[in-house]
């Protein structure tokens, strides 16, 4: 199988794509011919040894771990899917080396859930891992109908389906993101505010009272603006700012879990979420796809097609 592969840590101009043979389907796996694998910040990221104090990395990587395609073999014991089937799923495993960015990947059925009918390959693999950021961080602080929630970054991968995920549960969202990125919340369900100085004074003018939730998908000072506006600040989530604990809030690293994308898929079969794909790329540009993913402009996600 092709596959992309890093030898060592490092940058994008040393990712290769090369020959490989087949992954092992360990019992409780499947063994899925990918169609496209997402692109994710933490991809990079764990490549340039950011994440190595936290994380096994073995090598040659694999990097990749949002995965769409179809069930090529079944293993031991894995009888939640058959041959044919088409899956999605947020696939990490206990340490980093066989990844999506290949043709072939097996996984355990634990991190998968059957891709929904009304996405595409490339928006179906844009789902797991920000989905299920979005979905986990909702849950953690309790979103639900009639809340007012701040989504930080809310035009981006994370951000923009949590702001869909809010608004299906009946919530107000407010979300931040810049003046031309606002017509994209509006669609979404969202009220835009720019990000910036001043911010705080711009929520209240939407909600003088403050708002029920806060969600931090973009780091800087967005815990510290949360928690001037939020009531209380375990309702207030971040995935970039372990700190947030410190202030009575939570952080919020994103598992696999196979119930919470069938909720998503759901979602997306009831038309309530959508996935904008802002590029689809062949597999062999992952470096190009990295490095459009690090200059932090993107709306929405960046897809490798296989």
Excluded: C
């Amino acid at each position: 199988m092709k596959a992309i592969v890093l030898d060592q840590y490092g940058s994008p101009d040393e990712l290769r794509l090369v020959d490989l043979g087949e992954p092992r389907v360990a019992p409780g796996e499947v063994l899925i011919r990918v169609k496209a694998a997402a692109v994710n910040p933490v991809d990079w990221k764990l490549a340039a040894g950011k994440l190595d104090p936290i994380m096994e990395v073995r090598f040659p990587l694999i990097p990749g771990w949002d995965v769409a395609g179809v069930v090529e073999r079944v293993g031991l014991d894995a009888g939640e899917f058959a041959v044919g089937d088409e899956v999605f799923g947020y696939i990490r495993k206990d340490w980093a080396q066989n990844g999506a960015y290949a043709e072939l990947v097996s996984a355990n059925v634990r991190m998968l859930a059957r891709k929904p009918a009304a996405l595409s390959w490339a928006e179906a693999a844009g789902v797991p891992l920000a989905g299920l950021t979005a979905y986990q961080s909702i849950k953690r602080v309790g979103v639900g109908a009639g809340d007012t929630v701040l989504v930080h970054a809310a035009a981006g991968g994370v951000g923009s389906l949590a702001v869909q995920i809010a608004v299906a549960l009946g919530a107000r969202v407010i979300g931040t993101a810049s003046e031309r990125n606002h017509d994209f919340l509006r669609s979404l369900g969202a009220e835009p505010v720019a990000y910036g100085e001043g911010l705080v004074d711009r929520v209240r003018e939407l909600a003088p009272d403050g708002v029920d939730a806060a969600l931090d998908f973009i780091g800087g000072d967005a815990v510290d603006i949360s928690l001037a506006l939020v009531h209380l600040p375990d309702r207030m989530a971040s995935i970039t700012s372990a700190e947030v604990r410190d202030k009575g809030g939570h952080y919020v690293w994103v598992r696999p879990d196979a119930t919470g994308l069938a909720e998503l898929a759901k979602l997306a079969d009831a038309g309530k979420l959508s996935v904008h794909v802002a590029r689809a790329l062949p597999l062999a540009q992952a470096a190009e796809a990295w490095r459009l993913s690090a200059a932090g402009h993107t709306r929405g996600k960046i897809v490798l097609t296989v």
